[in-house]
């Protein structure tokens, strides 16, 4: 089946240092949206992206759709503790059917 | 706005048992997903609800779990009879009507099947 590929799982990165997650989706998607969720807590919306080659930024966060639509990135300028989390990417397909990546967990050392 | 509400927060059943989760959505949205996450991986859809009709439940295990979204509003979702591979924390969201918009999810149920 189809599938939406994310890496890294992992990032431990300095505080300051930037991050950037990768999504990878075997087909073409009608658009992708991209989660934040903190320890403990559930997956809270941040973006979504619908045309090709988009680009989206929100304050230190930059997102990206591919110019196929099959992939995206999610970069994390300057990063701070509270950017700590896992984030997700979601895939939807045309059939209006969604995927979600395995995630990205974002470890911030201070 | 009130958020998606969700119970009971916590579930503690031995195998075999039976077990039900409800949701009720933020007023207004039409569409409506229970996911399962298990521990350190991402959410994986069971069933999406447009309205009170089922839009995709493909990865719903039917031989055990069974939903429901019988007005079109709040939402069941029930195991019967649980395994141990069923812990998980079970999420519901809900977003408005139309293709992307966001979805809002829920605080979920974190279930431990022993």
């Known amino acids: 089946g189809q599938q939406v590929m994310q890496i890294p799982q992992y990032q431990h990165v300095q505080e300051g240092e930037d991050f950037t997650t990768y999504c990878n989706s075997s087909t073409t998607l009608s658009n992708i949206q991209w989660y934040k969720q903190r320890p403990g807590g559930h997956p809270v919306f941040l973006i979504q992206?619908?045309?090709?080659?988009e680009v989206k930024k929100q304050k230190r966060l930059t997102f990206q759709f591919g110019e196929a639509k099959k992939n995206s990135s999610l970069h994390i300028t300057a990063t701070q503790t509270t950017d700590v989390g896992t984030y997700f990417c979601?895939?939807?397909?045309?059939?209006?059917?969604?995927?979600f990546g395995k995630g990205t967990r974002l470890h911030i050392l201070p | 706005e009130a958020g998606v509400a969700q119970s009971p927060r916590y579930k503690i059943i031995e195998k075999r048992q039976s077990v039900a989760f409800w949701c009720n959505p933020i007023s207004g949205h039409a569409t409506l997903y229970w996911y399962q996450q298990i521990l350190g991986q991402g959410p994986k859809l069971l069933i999406q609800f447009q309205n009170n009709g089922v839009v995709d439940d493909s990865q719903l295990p039917k031989d055990r779990f069974s939903a429901e979204r019988l007005k079109g509003v709040d939402s069941t979702l029930k195991i019967q009879p649980a395994k141990l591979e069923d812990s998980a924390v079970y999420l519901c969201a809900s977003s408005s009507s139309g293709v992307g918009v966001g979805q809002f999810f829920g605080p979920g149920t974190r279930l431990t099947v022993l």
């Open positions: 979601a895939g939807r397909r045309g059939d209006d059917k969604i995927i």
């Open positions: 992206l619908v045309k090709s080659g």
